[in-house]
């Protein structure tokens, strides 16, 4: 199996619950990281980096709101609120903390789905993010996680993905340093510039012509990375 899943991380106290959501998420091909505390689910979303949570928000430790205000401090990852709390001010309550979306237990199974379906698309368009970039031969689809190069598929890392979407974000720009190890790494790490090099390597072996003198993923000497693609009109230049 080639393609990076996009990991979910469901935060709930009822193991019950957990486990439907584990088989359902599983099942559409997502990997999902379980807690069932708010001081867990802060220690998952700062070691797994998922790509979207889904937050109860009666919880036995803090309340869910608060969770959701901490991850929001450092993260812009998608929020997805999975309650049996029907009262509209709960709900506004939990989109003024940061959520994005808000499902009502009891859940059908195809809306929740729906709903991180539209979470992880929002994720990526919502920063004016391209979708699909071309670098030569090789085509990155940065939705689907899907790598295609002239000899078959590419086999990229969560890690690599996050690194390449980052860069993304802002094709033609440099990408500060300390920018990379927070957005793909997470908070604590912006100094870690030895990683942020490795990666940018591997990158390169798997994603450029010529990885010695790259074409594509472009050092920016004391500064970062700025990723050229032929989508952008700008790097025609030899
Ligand atoms: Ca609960």
Not at 59 to 87: E, F, K, N, Y
Not at 103 to 132: D, H, I, M, N, Y
Not at 150 to 170: D, F, N, S
Request: overall charge neutral.
């Amino acid at each position: 199996m080639t393609r990076a899943a996009h990991q979910l991380l469901v935060v709930e106290d009822d193991a019950a619950i957990r486990q439907v959501l584990r088989v359902l998420f599983e099942g559409e091909g997502y990997r999902v990281i379980e807690a069932a505390d708010a001081a867990r689910a802060q220690i998952e979303a700062r070691s797994h980096k998922p790509d979207l949570l889904v937050v109860d928000l009666g919880l036995p430790d803090v309340d869910g709101l608060s969770l959701i205000r901490q991850v929001r401090s450092w993260s812009a990852v998608p929020i997805l609120v999975l309650s049996a709390r029907t009262m509209e001010e709960q709900k506004i309550a939990a989109l003024d903390a940061g959520a994005d979306d808000y499902v009502t237990k009891p859940f059908s199974a195809a809306e929740l789905l729906a709903r991180v379906r539209a979470g992880l698309r929002r994720r990526l368009q919502g920063a004016q993010q391209t979708l699909v970039i071309h670098l030569g031969p090789v085509q990155v689809d940065l939705a689907r996680r899907r790598t295609q190069g002239p000899a078959g598929e590419i086999h990229m890392t969560p890690l690599e993905y996050r690194v390449l979407e980052c860069l993304a974000r802002q094709i033609g720009v440099v990408v500060r340093q300390r920018v990379l190890l927070r957005e793909a790494w997470g908070p604590g790490r912006e100094d870690d510039a030895r990683s942020l090099r490795v990666t940018m390597k591997n990158l390169r072996d798997k994603l450029e012509p010529d990885p010695p003198r790259p074409r594509y993923l472009l050092t920016e000497t004391g500064l970062g990375y700025r990723l050229r693609t032929d989508d952008d009109p700008s790097s025609d230049e030899p």
